[in-house]
């Protein structure tokens, strides 16, 4: 089974193919790098347009080698009786891209090559949730039963655990997105996008500063602090302090909330998503909480962690071979699609 994913939710134009037979993702990506400020949604999009053809040419032409590899097709199950370049040699089975959430703008082109891509080669379509995807990643290179996923990206923050057939949101922000809040701390400090790396690395030279600390129960809230930490910036505290700051705070709220879902869950498996994720001091915070509670704690490779249509493939080719697919007509994006809205179709025995 070979799937093609794409994604394109905000910054990353990312195609990718998944090959269940070696378990093997190639992954190809062209990030959009706003010349200044954050990401616009126009040029994001304008990123996307140009993009999104060479990613998928190269993810496809990997496709076709592995097809070659295979012997040729001559394989039913693989997918078109021909192929697009008339080899006779149909290089996927299904096509998947990211549905939501995202910026429309963007979504909407994803969306438009995927399907044009699937009645080319005549192959199924399948609408991925994206959040679900940075989850399941998670779940597929660790091969955890039941885990909480902490989804720590740029525009979400939020716990999910399985119930009843759904990936439940047991705990969220109630503002910003984990990385959107930091990247605008960096905004503020006139450093470019993305902002997170840049904190991680100025953290490390400074001390602790005092910033607010705002947990709700499961929820938490980021924009008391990034107010804090902007006047702190504008009233002359050093930066690297303010980021280590930052941080200590943003990351021991994450903690505190992770550990009360896996206590409220009473699951021991924790899988990490996202892409601030890629933070060590986030990791090596989560990681300490696991061992003193007994818990597993998996965080995927970076280039799963940050946006890319590897996980967009892999989820996309579960969900194709439990039938999950959706007609051309059907395949709107939902720019707000949530995660507990979907059903999860591809796994027989998900947890409770
Ligand atoms: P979403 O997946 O919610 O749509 P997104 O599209 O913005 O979010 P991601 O790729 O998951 O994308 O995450 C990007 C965010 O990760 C940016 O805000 C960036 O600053 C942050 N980030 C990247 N590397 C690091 C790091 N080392 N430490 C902290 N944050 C980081």
Same mark, same amino acid.
């Given at each position: 089974?070979?799937?093609?994913?794409?994604?394109?939710?905000?910054?990353?134009?990312?195609?990718?193919?998944?090959?269940?037979?070696?378990?093997?993702?190639?992954?190809?990506?062209?990030?959009?790098?706003?010349?200044?400020? &954050?990401?616009?949604?126009?040029?994001?999009?304008?990123?996307?347009?140009?993009?999104?053809?060479?990613?998928?040419?190269?993810?496809?032409?990997? +496709?076709?080698?592995?097809?070659?590899?295979?012997?040729?097709?001559?394989?039913?199950?693989?997918?078109?009786?021909?192929?697009?370049?008339?080899?006779?040699?149909?290089?996927?089975?299904?096509?998947?891209?990211?549905?939501?959430?995202?910026?429309?703008?963007?979504?909407?082109?994803?969306?438009?090559?995927?399907?044009?891509?699937?009645?080319?080669?005549?192959?199924?379509?399948? &609408? #991925?949730?994206?959040?679900?995807?940075?989850?399941?990643?998670?779940?597929?290179?660790?091969? !955890?039963?039941?885990? #909480?996923?902490?989804?720590?990206?740029?525009?979400?923050?939020?716990?999910?655990?399985?119930?009843?057939?759904?990936?439940?949101?047991? &705990?969220?922000?109630?503002?910003?997105?984990?990385?959107?809040?930091? /990247?605008?701390?960096?905004?503020?400090?006139?450093?470019?996008?993305?902002?997170?790396?840049?904190?991680?690395?100025?953290?490390?030279?400074?001390?602790?500063?005092?910033?607010?600390?705002? #947990?709700?129960?499961?929820? !938490?809230?980021?924009?008391?602090?990034?107010?804090?930490?902007?006047?702190?910036?504008?009233?002359?505290?050093?930066?690297?302090?303010?980021?280590?700051?930052?941080? $200590?705070?943003? !990351?021991?709220?994450?903690?505190?909330?992770?550990?009360? +879902?896996?206590?409220?869950?009473?699951? /021991?498996?924790?899988?990490?998503?996202? &892409?601030?994720?890629?933070?060590?001091?986030?990791?090596?915070?989560?990681?300490?909480?696991?061992?003193?509670?007994?818990?597993? !704690?998996?965080?995927?490779?970076?280039?799963?962690?940050?946006?890319? +249509?590897?996980?967009?493939?892999?989820?996309?080719?579960?969900?194709? +071979?439990?039938?999950?697919? #959706?007609?051309? $007509?059907?395949?709107?994006?939902?720019?707000?699609?949530?995660?507990?809205?979907?059903?999860?179709?591809?796994?027989?025995?998900?947890?409770?």
């Amino acid at each position: 089974l070979r799937v093609l994913g794409i994604e394109g939710t905000a910054w990353a134009a990312s195609a990718a193919v998944y090959d269940s037979e070696t378990d093997s993702t190639y992954i190809e990506s062209d990030a959009y790098q706003p010349e200044s400020g &954050g990401i616009h949604p126009r040029e994001a999009a304008e990123h996307m347009h140009g993009a999104i053809p060479q990613v998928a040419e190269a993810a496809l032409s990997h +496709a076709r080698e592995l097809a070659a590899a295979n012997g040729g097709d001559g394989d039913a199950a693989h997918g078109a009786d021909e192929a697009s370049d008339g080899s006779g040699d149909p290089p996927i089975d299904a096509v998947a891209f990211s549905r939501g959430p995202g910026l429309g703008p963007c979504l909407r082109i994803v969306a438009t090559a995927a399907r044009t891509l699937a009645q080319t080669l005549d192959v199924p379509l399948v &609408g #991925v949730n994206h959040m679900v995807a940075h989850l399941e990643i998670g779940r597929h290179t660790a091969d !955890f039963s039941d885990p #909480v996923c902490l989804n720590a990206s740029g525009a979400n923050a939020h716990l999910l655990a399985y119930r009843n057939g759904r990936y439940r949101v047991v &705990g969220e922000t109630m503002d910003t997105g984990v990385g959107n809040a930091i /990247d605008k701390f960096t905004r503020h400090v006139g450093w470019s996008h993305p902002g997170g790396p840049k904190v991680e690395a100025a953290a490390e030279d400074g001390e602790y500063v005092d910033l607010p600390y705002v #947990v709700k129960g499961m929820d !938490f809230s980021f924009s008391g602090i990034m107010s804090a930490a902007k006047d702190a910036y504008d009233d002359g505290v050093p930066v690297e302090d303010v980021c280590h700051g930052l941080q $200590e705070t943003i !990351f021991a709220m994450l903690t505190e909330v992770t550990e009360r +879902a896996l206590s409220l869950t009473g699951s /021991d498996e924790l899988v990490l998503g996202g &892409g601030v994720g890629q933070n060590e001091r986030l990791r090596e915070m989560l990681s300490e909480m696991c061992a003193a509670r007994d818990a597993s !704690f998996h965080a995927p490779e970076p280039r799963f962690l940050r946006d890319n +249509a590897g996980m967009i493939a892999v989820l996309g080719a579960k969900m194709y +071979a439990a039938g999950d697919t #959706v007609p051309i $007509e059907e395949s709107a994006v939902d720019p707000d699609f949530r995660p507990d809205e979907v059903p999860v179709s591809w796994r027989e025995n998900a947890g409770r």
